[in-house]
């Protein structure tokens, strides 16, 4: 499956940005979709998943909860992170990753399949 990140760009700390990721080649409802990032430096980390089960369940890093939202819509093969309240320390290259199956996963390893990443900046 290819994945399609966009909607990164540079905004102002408390503001918000929505960034999708289109998938192609793939039966995409089975598939459980997970947003990484990875700041200069730093070691890739996880932001978000949504696992393609029915129930679509979702899991956040501690990080982030209360403020981002993911969600898919499986008519469109596409993945959402919805960001808001934006702070300075969200500031990373933002990937979209996937893997076939219901799992839950929060290691990069544990996906198979990784989009180009679309870089999220936040200034104070």
């Known amino acids: 499956v290819q994945l399609q990140a966009s909607g990164g760009g540079l905004v102002q700390a408390g503001d918000s940005l929505r960034l999708s990721c289109a998938a192609s080649?793939?039966?995409?409802?089975?598939?459980?979709m997970g947003w990484f990032r990875q700041a200069p430096g730093k070691e890739r980390e996880f932001v978000a998943a949504i696992t393609w089960s029915i129930g679509r369940g979702t899991y956040y890093a501690d990080s982030v909860k209360g403020r981002f939202a993911i969600s898919r819509d499986n008519a469109k093969n596409t993945v959402y992170l919805q960001m808001n309240s934006l702070k300075p320390e969200d500031t990373a290259v933002h990937y979209c990753?996937?893997?076939?199956?219901?799992?839950?996963?929060?290691?990069?390893?544990?996906?198979?399949?990784w989009g180009q990443g679309t870089q999220v900046t936040v200034s104070s």
């Open positions: 080649g793939g039966t995409f409802s089975r598939y459980t």
């Open positions: 990753a996937a893997f076939q199956g219901g799992g839950r996963s929060n290691a990069p390893g544990g996906y198979d399949y």
